[in-house]
């Protein structure tokens, strides 16, 4: 169905298109009418949020006002707001993302805090990021720990293009990316650290997901197909390949019920000190275990 934009957009001036397009977003019953609106205008000014009301009075153009109708209509239908403006933020900085790749979280985030405490020991500690989509976390410890020395790797090349990009964008000669299906094979050499947020939702609970999720984002980047726990049963299979004697498997859970099944599989293989923390929603999120070798 088209939508007639004009009923969208009334005014050209940004506090009020900004103010038309919240109160379309709130009868659509988005989760966060306000920040999707603002973060639609911040892409469209190219400026910060703050910049939002001081340039309040400014006056859009007509090309201006079509595009953001068009980004208006966009989010109306379902589409998350990074995938229609390209970009994501994460750990402080933007990530290029497209439809072939996971738009990243910020529940991932706690994943790299617990990354980088793992990578305080060794001096300069090999790190494998499986399954790195638009490559957030690969680079985000690449940059922040500017010793190490990171892979990423995916089963998709259109994914891998977009990792390129961003290595490209944040200057990281510390990583490497390489194409690659974890499930059948695995890359030469050991690392100190795996790292990973792999697909993990059951298949059975895609049906459930908002549509944001599920219309846009790419399925092999969300579940395994099967009861979501494919990626950590063939980690802890191969571990012996991969890991240092001591070395960390630091992955991203599905909390609940999720989480203590992933608990069970690395405590049967030769993995101590399991732990679990908690995402900024109180959610049992990453699972960090060493591997005794
Ligand atoms: N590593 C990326 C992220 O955490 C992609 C993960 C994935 O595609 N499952 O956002």
Known sequence: MHTDSAALVNSARVG?????????????GLESPESDAEWLMMSLLHCARSELFTNSDLTLSAEQVIIFNDYVERRISGEPPQYIVGEAEFFGRTFLVNPNVLIPRPETEILINEAIAAAGEPRHPGILDIGTGSGNIAITLAKEIPHAAVK??????????????????????????????????????????????????????????????????????????????????????????????????????????????????????????????????????????????
């Open 16 to 28: 009020e298109v900004l103010k038309d397009a919240k109160a379309s977003f709130l009868l659509k």
């Open 152 to 293: 990423g790797i995916d089963i998709s090349a259109e994914a891998l293009a977009v990792a390129e990009e961003n290595k490209n964008r944040h200057h990281c000669n510390n990583l490497t990316f390489a194409q690659l299906d974890i499930l059948k094979e695995h890359p030469d050499g050991s690392y100190d650290i795996i790292v990973s947020n792999p697909p993990y939702i059951p298949m059975h609970e895609m049906d459930g997901l908002m549509t944001d999720v599920k219309d846009f984002e790419p399925t092999f980047a969300l579940t395994d197909e099967s009861d979501g726990l494919t990626y950590y049963k063939r980690i802890t299979a191969i571990a012996q390949e991969l890991l240092t004697p001591g070395g960390w498997v630091i992955a991203e859970v599905g909390g609940g019920e999720h989480s203590n099944k992933v608990m069970d599989i690395f405590r049967s293989y030769a993995f101590q000190q399991c732990e679990l923390s908690k995402d900024y929603n109180g959610v049992l999120r990453v699972l960090k275990a060493q591997f005794c070798g």
